[in-house]
């Protein structure tokens, strides 16, 4: 089994490719990040696991496009799709930049779209496959300051649901898992130190109408990864068209 990853330089990418390694199965890590892909690599190849770096602008359909046909080359069929690759830049609504809009919608939707039928339109002759977008929870809830990140990941959960109802006639599955707060250095870019970015996402912040974490606790990468391999494996044969929240309960249910 090949499985391809995007966003697998760091956080909840690296996390996803290191689980999918340990279950036995050939990564294909992608990411622009070309140092930190291959340092990736480095640790998941001497830890014994099959894994392939390719550094990618997923923003790009041509780049896409060759890189998808270069993993299949060298690591054989791709069974597993997760988009994990995601940017967030904040801010409000009415004055954020094109610059900015267009950096995170160029990532977290059409990155989404390319990798997604790059890699789906090899899937659908073969009749089967499983893709795991994904997306947050402020795809669910409004976000002050995350305007563009929340209408990207909720048009990302979108299409790829879309996606999932256009395949499930050739054995394709494709589901979405939404994150709330996950300890990566996204979550840490927010603040002017790490913990205070956890404090601030358990306790919540009233004036920005956001809720706190009932369970108390800050995902980890891992926690995301676990519940993206579950949806690729063949325990969730029967689901598809679904997004799964892990949010510690943030969301509150949404």
Same mark, same amino acid.
């Given at each position: ?7 697998? +330089? ?18 294909? +890590? ?5 140092? #930190? ?8 190849? +001497?830890? #014994? ?130 994150? #709330? ?74």
């Amino acid at each position: 089994m090949v499985a391809l990853v995007t966003g697998a +330089a760091g956080g909840i990418g690296a996390a996803i490719a290191r689980t999918l390694g340990e279950e036995g199965i050939a990564v294909a +890590a992608l990411d622009r990040d070309e140092a #930190g892909l291959r340092e990736l690599a480095g640790k998941l190849e +001497a830890d #014994g696991l099959r894994v392939a770096a390719f550094p990618v602008d997923v923003a790009s359909s041509a780049q896409v496009e060759a890189v998808v046909e270069a993993a299949e080359r060298l690591l054989g069929p791709v069974t597993k799709l997760v988009n994990a690759a995601g940017v967030l830049r904040t801010g409000r609504a009415v004055t954020m930049s094109d610059a900015d809009w267009a950096a995170t919608f160029g990532v977290n939707v059409d990155g989404v779209f390319h990798v997604s039928r790059a890699v789906v339109s090899r899937m659908v002759p073969r009749r089967a496959g499983a893709v795991v977008t994904v997306a947050s929870n402020a795809a669910l809830v409004a976000r002050a300051d995350m305007a563009a990140y929340a209408a990207s990941k909720a048009a990302a959960t979108a299409f790829t649901k879309s996606l999932g109802l256009e395949v499930a006639g050739y054995g394709i599955r494709c589901n979405v898992v939404t994150p #709330g707060s996950v300890d990566t250095p996204m979550l840490s870019a927010l603040w002017s130190d790490h913990g205070r970015a956890l404090r601030s996402s358990i306790e919540g912040k009233p004036r920005a109408y956001r809720t706190g974490i009932p369970l108390g606790k800050v995902a980890s990468p891992a926690d995301i990864a676990h519940t993206v391999a579950f949806l690729l494996s063949e325990k969730a044969s029967h689901i598809t068209l679904q997004h799964l929240t892990v949010d510690g309960g943030a969301a509150l249910g949404a």
